[in-house]
């Protein structure tokens, strides 16, 4: 079974500035997407950034980049020029291929606090 | 393009009592999953619909079950209910034939007393 580790319950930015939020996986697989997804107080899941796991580039959107290492089985997430709107939980999550009809494996969350 | 639709958003139970909650997949999507989501806490995955039948299931007992209607939309029914299934309830949909990412919606948080 695998397994999403975000070991930092907490953590806080001043804004503009960067915050690298941790994440390790545990998997026997070799083909697999990793998500970060932030949920904002209104509760909706919003997805922020997707890696394929095949792929060796680095994925990015905007300000948010990924730090993603297969051989270390980590996935941070690297939030540039942070805004307040960025407070919110984020959470790491890992899905296998291949198909679409796979379930996603979440870590517990990391809440974001950035300071006007 | 309306997104995932989830009904009631809030929901008071009393223990033992049964309760069904709704999702409306996003327009185009045939899948449906639901998910748990105690306080504080990852969500975590209970079942899959697909094709109007359960494909794949999380470790939840059998009072945990669900529907999904030919239109797509779905149900998620739990029995006998118990203090430890307060929790928020998400539905995510996408499309089965592709690898796309799950689209959530706003959850429907169920409180038991």
């Known amino acids: 079974a695998q397994t999403v580790t975000q070991s930092q319950p907490e953590m806080s930015v001043q804004e503009a500035e960067t915050v690298t939020l941790s994440c390790t996986y545990d998997t026997s697989e070799s083909d697999y997407y990793l998500f970060w997804y932030k949920q904002p107080p209104s509760r909706q899941m919003i997805l922020v950034i997707r890696?394929?796991?095949?792929?060796?580039q680095n994925a990015t959107e905007n300000r948010f980049s990924v730090n993603f290492q297969k051989a270390a089985k980590s996935f941070s997430l690297k939030i540039s020029d942070s805004q307040l709107g960025d407070a919110a939980m984020y959470f790491c999550?890992?899905?296998?291929?291949?198909?679409?009809?796979?379930?996603?494996?979440f870590g517990k969350g990391i809440t974001l606090s950035v300071r006007p | 393009d309306a997104g995932v639709t989830q009904s009631p958003t809030h929901l008071i139970k009393t223990r033992g009592q049964q309760v069904t909650l709704r999702c409306s997949p996003k327009s185009g999507h045939d899948t449906v999953s639901w998910y748990q989501q105690a306080l504080g806490q990852g969500p975590q995955f209970i079942f899959q619909y697909y094709e109007e039948e359960e494909r794949q299931r999380g470790n939840f007992p059998d009072r945990f079950s669900g529907h999904q209607f030919p239109n797509y939309s779905s149900e998620l029914n739990v029995n006998a209910l118990l203090l430890g299934d307060s929790a928020l309830y998400l539905c995510?949909?996408?499309?089965?034939?592709?690898?796309?990412?799950?689209?959530f919606g706003q959850g429907t948080r169920l409180t038991v007393v």
């Open positions: 890696q394929e796991a095949y792929k060796q």
């Open positions: 999550a890992y899905r296998s291929r291949p198909g679409a009809n796979s379930k996603l494996t």
């Open positions: 995510a949909s996408s499309w089965g034939a592709l690898n796309t990412e799950a689209f």
